[in-house]
C-alpha cells in the first residue's frame, strides 16, 4: 500500500489501512521531512506503528500490467537547500516501488479558472490571488481573500483569524475608509497578587518532565478498528499532570525602582533565568549571564540601572517558566505576576458607517 502525500489526512489513511488488513505501508513524499504539513505527533504515530516515510520521491506513473496494478514509479528528488528554503532541485533517477493498492492523500488545490484574467486580479506563480497581507484585499478594490485560498495549507485557526480581519477591511470598504487605519492589538496586564504572600494562581515550581499519554499495545490496537489508542490520564496521572501547569498567560514584571539587590530573586529562581550585573556591550553581558543563553534570536529583558549600584537586573525570556518563586521570594514587590489579556480587534469594535446610520434612521 502505498500512500501518496504528507499531510495529517495522508497519517489517517496510513494508520487505517493498517486497521483494515495491509500487510505493509509506505508514505511517500516529495520534499524533505521539514516541509511536510502532518503534525510531528502524528508522524511519531504512524511511525511506531511501523509506517515507512520515503522523502524526496515525486510520483510519476502508475504500472498496470494486465489490468492490475503493479506499482508505482517516481523520480528521486535531491534539493538545494538555503535559509531552510528550496532553491533548486535536481532528478537523481527514477524508482520503481511495488505495490497493490495506492491512495492520495494529497489534499485540494486552489482552482480559480472561473475568474477572468482581465479583472483586474493578480496571480503569483502558484496561481493564487496575491493579497495584501494585512488588509487581505486583492489586487481589484474591494475584493478579498483569505485562509488557503490566499496563502495556502495552514490551519484553521489562520483562516478564521483571516475572516475577522477581512471582515473588517470589508467594513472600511464600504464606509469608504483607509484600509489600513485599524484598531491596533494590545495586551493588558493585572496582578495577581492577592494580599501579604498571597497569589491567585498557582505558584509551584515542579521539575518533572511532561508525561506521555498511555497508548494501547501495538498489537492491541489492530484487533477492532473502533479501540481508541490514545488511554489518556488516569486521575493520578492527571493531576501531576496538571500540576506542572508554567501559568503561560502570567507574566513576570520587574520594577527596578523597588529593587533593593538583596538577590533573593537570583537564589531562588529554578532556571537561572535572572541576573544582576553591571551593564555594558550585549556581548559583554552575554558571557556574564548565570545560565548560558541557549536562544539567541530570543532579546534579553534589560532593566533600568537599579537605584542602589547602577546594575541592571536582566531576565533571559528563554528559560523563565513563569513559576512566580521570585515574586513570592522579593521583600520589597520589585518582582509581581500579572496576567495578560491579549485583545484583537474585529469588525464588531469598529465604529459604524455613517452613511449607513444615516439610512437606518431616514427608514
Known amino acids: 500500500m502505498l500512500i501518496i502525500g504528507v499531510g495529517n489526512t495522508a497519517m489517517d489513511c496510513c494508520r487505517t489501512s493498517l486497521r483494515l488488513g495491509a500487510k505493509s505501508v509506505k508514505v511517500m513524499a516529495r520534499k524533505p521531512r521539514g ?4 503534525s510531528e505527533w502524528e508522524l511519531e504515530d504512524a511511525e511506531e506503528e ?10 510519476k506513473a502508475f504500472v498496470v500490467e494486465g489490468g492490475r496494478l503493479k506499482g508505482m514509479t517516481f523520480e528521486q528528488l535531491e534539493y538545494d537547500m538555503e535559509g531552510g528554503e528550496i532553491r533548486g532541485q535536481r ?15 494529497i489534499g485540494q488545490e486552489n482552482a480559480f479558472p472561473w475568474v477572468e484574467r482581465d479583472l483586474g486580479i493578480e496571480f503569483d506563480r502558484w496561481d493564487v490571488p496575491k493579497v495584501d497581507p494585512v488588509t487581505f484585499e486583492s489586487t481589484r478594490p474591494g475584493v478579498f481573500f483569505g485562509g488557503d485560498a490566499a496563502f495556502g495549507p495552514k490551519n484553521i485557526i489562520w483562516a478564521v483569524e483571516h475572516g475577522h480581519q477581512a471582515a473588517i477591511s470589508i467594513h472600511k470598504h464600504c464606509c469608504g475608509e483607509p484600509l489600513t487605519a485599524r484598531l491596533p492589538r494590545g495586551v493588558n496586564l493585572q496582578s495577581r497578587k492577592v494580599g501579604m504572600n498571597e497569589w491567585s494562581y498557582k505558584n509551584d515550581y515542579d521539575a518533572a518532565a511532561r508525561r506521555l499519554v498511555p497508548h494501547v499495545s501495538l498489537k492491541e490496537r489492530f484487533r477492532k478498528l473502533n479501540i481508541e489508542v490514545e488511554l489518556g490520564f488516569d486521575a493520578d496521572r492527571a493531576a501531576e499532570e496538571v500540576g506542572r501547569c508554567l501559568n503561560c498567560d502570567i507574566q513576570t514584571v520587574f520594577h527596578a525602582s523597588l529593587c533593593i539587590e538583596c538577590d533573593a530573586c537570583i537564589d531562588i529562581c529554578p532556571t537561572d533565568c535572572l541576573t544582576i550585573t553591571a551593564n555594558g556591550e550585549e556581548a559583554d553581558v552575554v558571557a556574564r549571564l548565570k545560565a548560558p543563553r541557549r ?10 540601572p537599579l537605584k542602589q549600584t547602577a546594575r541592571i537586573m536582566v531576565k533571559d525570556e528563554d528559560l523563565c517558566v513563569h513559576c ?8 520589597t514587590d520589585a518582582w509581581d505576576m500579572q496576567k495578560s489579556w491579549i485583545e484583537i480587534p474585529h469588525a464588531e469594535d469598529e465604529a459604524p458607517c455613517p452613511s ?5 434612521r431616514r427608514a
Not at 50 to 59: G, S
Open 91 to 105: 532528478v537523481l533517477g527514477e524508482v520503481f516501488v511495488p505495490c497493490d493498492d495506492v491512495i492520495l492523500a
Open 356 to 360: 449607513v446610520t444615516r439610512t437606518l
Open 295 to 304: 536562544n539567541p534570536d530570543q532579546p534579553l529583558f534589560v532593566s533600568e
Open 50 to 59: 511501523n509506517v515507512e516515510i520515503v522523502v524526496n520521491h515525486a510520483p
Open 35 to 38: 516541509f511536510f504539513k502532518a
Open 324 to 331: 512566580g518563586l521570585c515574586a513570592e521570594r522579593c521583600p
